[in-house]
């Protein structure tokens, strides 16, 4: 990956703004695209050898080497499929730059002013401790702007009378920036209250980022670096006020939608403060609320549905369609502005702890929803759902199947994954029209994400070294 000697320190609701002074060091790779020009001499030809799906072309692509990145950590990078561009990482002196490239051709549309991270704990300093120790990627979705999110764990101190607190930093990054030495439209610091979080965890959305944690704390950092603690938002659910939920509370565009205390169903409800609620929005065939006896001779109403993930400006949850125990569940995308249902599947969609935590290479537990570049598909889990037609499918059913883990879906349906929880995994792709599973050989590597045109392969392709591989799609 390029090189580049431009310095900037992140602006941050904890250390005030800062600016810093750029020179003309020269990113790497291609012309810049919209009139922008960047520095060329990044060779990104594809050099590494895959066995990928049928539907890609392995002789036709790009590639760059993260070779600063320790092992064991995730490499940052994020995809936007309506932009069609690639965004990921890499380390200079300075700090670090976030390039975006155009997926289908390689193109570098734009590189950033080099931004530095908050510091490390020491937890995050110890490779043996697996915390997350370099930044990572989100895509913020928008109707009129897409944005890159890089965010950082770390400790970060108003100035050396003061004691370190414990931060996540975020600075955004217009989705279709170009030219070199970009700034960011604006970034700030989510400060841990108490001093420190306990089990942070940091979901992207329409508002931005959200850092949550066990402790209650819930604070958004939104594109322009507003910083906002909503750690006293209730969400009313039932007539009553609940408090957010530190695992599952995405940023929408009129607040946070969230899950209710999870009550002797099981469930509890969701939804946004002062907007729409679960209630409301129930999906055919669920119960809109669920009885439960609390103690001998006593029933109660509990509301119905409970987030298991978020993805752009969807949510997935979870139903019961009568009275729980009794009846198999179903699940829902919904839209996050409103709460209304997009396709329904019969079953359950697993859910995901989105902990800040570097989870194990092996739990695949982790791997977060996707939409298809066109927007028509979604997959979650071992479940895939069409938007267009409201219908979704449960690859994984059945008595002694493997749990199949979907990481990406194109534009035709098609999605891929790995089947099975234990090494060697069996790589798969799935039909949304049939939702059946077909086995891929077992060489295959499977896209771990889709835009238009490309696919995108983190892996480290028979080397030492991760690789961030982009292959075209055939036409």
């Not at 730059?97 to 390689?106: C, T």
């Not at 006293?232 to 006020?241: I, Q, R, S, W, Y």
């Not at 590597?445 to 889709?450: D, R, S």
Request: proline share 7%; net charge negative; aromatic share 6%.
């Amino acid at each position: 990956m390029g090189k580049t000697a431009t310095s900037v320190l992140l602006a941050g609701a904890l250390v005030g703004v800062l600016s810093g002074c750029s020179s003309s060091g020269g990113t790497t790779g291609g012309g810049g695209a919209h009139g922008g020009s960047v520095g060329t001499g990044e060779d990104v030809s594809l050099q590494s050898k895959l066995t990928a799906p049928a539907a890609f072309d392995a002789a036709k692509g790009w590639e760059v080497e993260a070779d600063w990145l320790p092992q064991g950590q995730p490499l940052p990078y994020a995809v936007s499929g309506k932009s069609g561009v690639v965004a990921y990482l890499d380390k200079t002196a300075q700090g670090y730059v976030l390039n975006v490239r155009e997926a289908a051709s390689g193109k570098l549309r734009s590189a950033s002013k080099p931004w530095q991270g908050p510091k490390l704990t020491e937890a995050q300093g110890d490779e043996q401790s697996g915390k997350l120790s370099v930044p990572q990627i989100a895509l913020i979705p928008g109707k009129d702007r897409e944005y890159f999110a890089v965010w950082a764990r770390g400790e970060a101190r108003k100035d050396k009378l003061h004691e370190y607190k414990e931060v996540v930093s975020a600075a955004f990054y217009p989705a279709d920036a170009s030219g070199e030495d970009v700034s960011p439209s604006g970034a700030g610091m989510a400060e841990a209250p108490d001093g420190e979080f306990d089990r942070p965890s940091v979901f992207a959305g329409p508002g931005g980022l959200a850092v949550t944690s066990y402790g209650g704390d819930s604070i958004v950092v939104s594109p322009d670096g507003k910083v906002v603690d909503t750690s006293d938002a209730k969400v009313t659910l039932n007539g009553e006020a609940v408090d957010p939920d530190y695992l599952m509370s995405f940023p929408g565009p009129d607040g946070v939608a969230t899950n209710g205390d999870e009550g002797g169903t099981g469930k509890g409800g969701f939804g946004v403060e002062g907007d729409w609620q679960s209630e409301k929005v129930t999906p055919p065939g669920a119960a809109r609320t669920l009885k439960y006896d609390p103690v001998i001779d006593v029933v109660k109403d509990e509301p119905n549905g409970r987030i298991v993930g978020g993805v752009g400006d969807h949510l997935i949850a979870n139903w019961a369609k009568k009275e729980v125990p009794t009846s198999d569940d179903i699940s829902a995308v919904h839209d996050l502005a409103t709460g209304a249902v997009q396709a329904t599947a019969p079953c359950d969609t697993e859910g995901t702890e989105y902990d800040a935590d570097v989870p194990s290479p092996k739990n695949l537990a982790e791997v977060q929803p996707a939409v298809s570049p066109n927007g028509r598909y979604l997959v979650k889990g071992g479940n895939i759902f069409d938007l267009k037609t409201g219908k979704g499918a449960c690859t994984d059913k059945g008595e002694e199947a493997k749990k199949i883990t979907l990481a990406s879906v194109g534009d035709d349906g098609t999605a891929y994954g790995l089947a099975g929880e234990d090494t060697p995994r069996t790589p798969v792709a799935v039909s949304a029209a049939t939702g059946a599973a077909e086995p891929l050989p077992e060489a295959t590597t499977t896209p771990n994400a889709l835009t238009k045109g490309a696919g995108v392969f983190a892996t480290y392709a028979g080397t030492d070294t991760m690789r961030l591989i982009v292959l075209a799609t055939k036409n």
